[in-house]
């Protein structure tokens, strides 16, 4: 397979000005009729080029014609997966016959079935399995779609637009659906099935009515409801915050079992993953409830960010994804807690794309090369690319900075363009010269913030020096200095921020030397730097704190997000130390400052439950690797447990008045309060169980009994089901599964549950599951809740010495590289890490991504990451 370079982008030879579509649904075939009316593109360089369509090699061509003539054989080439055709008139009308399969589509991109429903996943290249085309985004065209099937098994035809004409015949019917905004292929999307929908009324900011429907297979129309509350307040938000209306008579969401991703945002029809639209209090946690509320958002906001304004070529994919997170992340952090928020999102970015900015995949945000798009849906385009937005938006502020959005989407609706004409609305608004900014769109790693400091009492002078280090990345370019955004905060001896430029209390450094110092004046006494705040910019920061110093910040810092950081660095020092002991075979003992600390925070009624719960999570396993050297997954894994059991042990009392007081007084609501009360009274539950007491099993069980939400019982189950009671967690894994056995999405949870528990034995115990009647190889959720659950989250087991981990995970890549490539891809991000680990680790691992690597005809997907990673 070859890379495709940035670089060589050139503009599209032709254009698709209209595009007719016919699709005959049938149980053994699918026969897609398409008419485009296209011709030269006026702005090409060069004299009359071939016509290159786009076409996967499962695509069975009937017939093919221009201007009503058809072409034989000999009049067209077809080479892997384009079509050329030598000569075609300046202007011309192009029809094109395929034959598709969509009934053995495991590969879940173009038209495939769900369940017994057809629906379609065009982004990135998936409309090049349903027609020939000029599949990218670029080449955009208003879609007129006719969808005909069987009537009795597919009621509900839908496709892109409003439906503007229908009719049946002999036991079927078809739908004409009209899409008046041109849009590229990607966005495309039909869905024919026996669907039931909910309805509500929305009348945009400008008096406009538009009708909002959700579908979904009868049995879950009750658990709709939350995603579309959800959709109203994210259509209210993007009207207020951003100016931005919808602009179609209908907005329509299908909810699908089978999908690789988390939803889609195809003009006027999202598709969604069941997992991230379905809600209702019995069967969905807190988290998952959230993460609705997250995706809905996220898909509406695209429909500016995304559809009206797209992307030129798929390098530019942070434009509308790293935008469009960094608006959902705003729209929660609004009608949600704003630091808790925060704390999630960079936990996020820490914890994971940290890990992929240090691996052989690492890329920029604004990738130069791919072999195959779809592993560049990463966190670092789209975690990474939203935290660089959040950076324009600090140096140029909130008014400044919705001006430059305002502007970006006038000068280019309807268009595809670059990051690159996003950051030039910035500037035009702004004044400002980004150029050096554009960087961050370009260089790949992690930066690594070195602050040392000093101060001068008899000048009242503090001064901060700093060192930005860049790190060396599989590209081997060489990185220049960013320009980085410091929010900085000092606080006094009483932990009072300072007064600093013109009363602010928080000012923010732009940094854009290799090295740096600032100066502030009139301090004093020597302060305390509260660094970051708010994590201003995605970077490691390195200061010299004392552990004095971060309890102190803990305790009085103002910025929330720093608070919680000062807590998370306390716990790594302490654990740090502790997996050196570990190894060294010597006594743990846990530092008391640490257990003064969460004992202050725990008895603190006045902070919001959802913060105490943020500050008294130890970092996790995942983040402890992050920063290790040399991941050492038993020590990791024995530090955090002694940690957790020696605070237990200490805070046993607070902890058990907090977990009564909280028991819940109401009926269950997925409200910010009681959220925040259950998170706390969770993590309460969570510390006692440490301690492996009867008692609190008894409570533990009590509360998975006798509760109403998914939230407390489940929380309840994984405690017992991970704990050394062996029989009670047999016997409510067992309960469970009685209990939710229709409930496909609540029978993946319970996979989750048994694929990270850490007790010794789990890959038996996973290999057993997979024989179970709850899995399906073919069901991407299912696979992510098993296997993927256990690669990522049960690290003891995975990394067993023996490396039968690594070739369990092998095996199951190789068999998903043929069913599902982007599935199977993903699988690998565990092993693409091996050079992380110990000596004998990294052979074993290394020897896995070989059998891979040699285990037949791999798809570019698998190929790509593999030969990247034994680079
Ligand atoms: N559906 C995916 C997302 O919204 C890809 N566009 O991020
Ligand atoms: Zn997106």
């Known amino acids: 397979p070859q890379a495709i370079y940035l670089k060589d982008y050139q503009v599209p030879a032709y254009l698709v000005d209209a595009t007719t579509l016919r699709f005959e649904l049938a149980d053994d075939q699918t026969r897609v009729r398409s008419t485009l009316t296209m011709r030269r593109n006026p702005d090409a360089p060069s004299a009359p080029a071939p016509l290159e369509l786009h076409g996967h090699e499962s695509l069975e061509l009937c017939r093919l014609a221009i201007d009503g003539q058809d072409l034989a054989a000999t009049d067209y080439q077809r080479e892997g997966e384009l079509l050329s055709i030598a000569e075609v008139p300046a202007s011309f009308v192009l029809e094109c016959t395929t034959r598709i399969h969509p009934q053995t589509n495991t590969a879940l991109e173009g038209l495939y079935l769900s369940g017994g429903m057809y629906c379609t996943q065009c982004e990135a290249e998936g409309f090049r399995r349903i027609t020939f085309y000029m599949d990218r985004p670029d080449v955009m065209s208003v879609f007129t779609t006719t969808v005909e099937a069987d009537k009795a098994r597919f009621p509900v035809l839908l496709s892109n637009g409003n439906p503007v004409d229908s009719g049946e015949q002999g036991g079927r019917h078809w739908v004409t659906w009209e899409d008046p905004f041109p849009k590229p292929a990607y966005l495309f999307a039909l869905v024919a099935g026996d669907l039931q929908h909910i309805e509500r009324p929305y009348k945009t900011a400008s008096g406009r009515e538009v009708a909002l429907r959700i579908f979904a297979e009868p049995k879950d129309l009750d658990k709709l409801d939350h995603a579309m509350d959800s959709l109203v307040n994210a259509m209210r938000w993007d009207e207020d915050v951003y100016g931005r209306e919808y602009d179609l008579d209908i907005y329509m969401i299908v909810a699908v079992d089978f999908f690789n991703m988390g939803a889609m945002e195809n003009k006027g029809l999202n598709i969604f993953n069941t997992s991230c639209v379905l809600a209702s209090p019995q069967t969905t946690t807190d988290a998952a409830y959230q993460r609705v509320e997250g995706v809905v958002a996220h898909e509406y906001f695209h429909n500016w960010s995304g559809n009206r304004v797209t992307c030129r070529d798929w390098f530019q994919l942070s434009l509308k994804e790293g935008f469009t997170v960094f608006r959902d992340a705003e729209f929660s952090a609004d009608i949600n807690s704003r630091t808790v928020k925060r704390i999630e999102d960079v936990t996020l970015l820490r914890t994971a794309q940290f890990a992929e900015d240090a691996g052989p995949m690492a890329h920029p945000v604004r990738p130069a090369s791919y072999i195959e798009i779809s592993n560049f849906y990463?966190?670092?385009?789209?975690?990474?690319?939203?935290?660089?937005?959040?950076?324009?938006?600090?140096?140029?502020?909130?008014?400044?900075?919705?001006?430059?959005?305002?502007?970006?989407?006038?000068?280019?609706?309807?268009?595809?363009?670059?990051?690159?004409?996003?950051?030039?609305?910035?500037?035009?608004?702004?004044?400002?010269?980004?150029?050096?900014?554009?960087?961050?769109?370009?260089?790949?790693?992690?930066?690594?913030?070195?602050?040392?400091?000093?101060?001068?009492?008899?000048?009242?002078?503090?001064?901060?020096?700093?060192?930005?280090?860049?790190?060396?990345?599989?590209?081997?370019?060489?990185?220049?200095?960013?320009?980085?955004?410091?929010?900085?905060?000092?606080?006094?001896?009483?932990?009072?921020?300072?007064?600093?430029?013109?009363?602010?209390?928080?000012?923010?450094?732009?940094?854009?030397?290799?090295?740096?110092?600032?100066?502030?004046?009139g301090i004093k006494a020597r302060p305390v730097p509260s660094l970051l705040r708010g994590f201003s910019a995605p970077v490691r920061l390195q200061y010299a704190y004392s552990r004095d110093a971060l309890v102190f910040l803990m305790r009085h810092d103002s910025d929330g997000f720093n608070r919680w950081d000062a807590g998370q660095q306390l716990a790594v020092e302490i654990m740090q130390g502790l997996m050196a002991d570990y190894r060294q075979g010597r006594a743990l003992q846990l530092d008391q400052a640490l257990v003064d600390a969460y004992a202050a925070v725990l008895d603190d009624e006045t902070l919001d439950p959802a913060m105490v719960a943020k500050v008294l999570s130890l970092p996790s396993e995942a983040y402890l690797s992050e920063l290790s050297e040399c991941i050492d997954v038993d020590a990791i894994h024995a530090a955090r447990n002694f940690v957790r059991a020696e605070l237990a042990r200490a805070l046993e009392p607070a902890l058990l008045r907090r977990y009564e007081a909280l028991a819940p007084r109401c009926d269950y609501a997925p409200s910010a309060d009681q959220v925040a009360q259950r998170s706390l009274r969770n993590l309460c539950l969570s510390y006692l169980m440490a301690l492996e007491a009867p008692a609190h099993l008894v409570r533990a069980r009590a509360q998975y009994d006798g509760c109403d939400n998914m939230t407390e019982r489940q929380a309840a189950l994984s405690l017992i089901a991970h704990s050394g009671f062996e029989v009670d967690a047999a016997a409510v894994l067992e309960d469970f599964y009685q209990r939710y056995e229709n409930e496909t999405l609540v029978v993946n949870q319970w996979l989750a549950v048994q694929a990270c528990d850490p007790k010794p034995g789990a890959l038996a115990r996973i290999q057993a599951l997979m024989e179970h009647a709850a899995f399906d190889l073919r069901n991407p959720n299912k696979v992510r809740s098993l296997i993927s659950t256990f690669c990522a989250m049960n690290a003891v087991n995975f990394h067993d010495a023996s490396g039968a981990g690594y070739a369990f995970l092998a095996d199951r890549i190789i068999e998903m590289n043929r069913l599902n490539p982007q599935v199977a891809s993903r699988l690998l991000t565990p092993l693409t890490r091996w050079r992380k680990y110990d000596e004998a680790r990294q052979a074993l691992m290394q020897a896995q991504l070989r059998r891979i690597q040699g285990s037949g005809e791999l798809s570019r997907d698998v190929y790509e990451v593999v030969s990247k990673s034994l680079n």
Do not use: N
């Open 378 to 521: 990463t966190l670092t385009v789209y975690e990474k690319g939203a935290e660089v937005v959040r950076m324009l938006h600090t140096l140029l502020g909130p008014e400044l900075f919705r001006q430059g959005s305002d502007l970006y989407f006038e000068r280019h609706d309807g268009q595809a363009v670059t990051t690159d004409d996003f950051v030039c609305a910035m500037e035009a608004v702004s004044g400002r010269d980004l150029t050096q900014f554009r960087r961050w769109y370009s260089q790949a790693g992690t930066p690594t913030l070195r602050v040392t400091d000093d101060y001068d009492a008899a000048t009242q002078r503090y001064r901060l020096h700093v060192e930005q280090l860049l790190p060396q990345t599989p590209d081997k370019l060489e990185k220049l200095p960013l320009h980085i955004p410091l929010s900085v905060g000092l606080l006094d001896e009483r932990g009072a921020d300072t007064e600093l430029d013109g009363g602010a209390t928080t000012v923010v450094l732009e940094l854009t030397e290799q090295r740096q110092s600032f100066a502030f004046e």
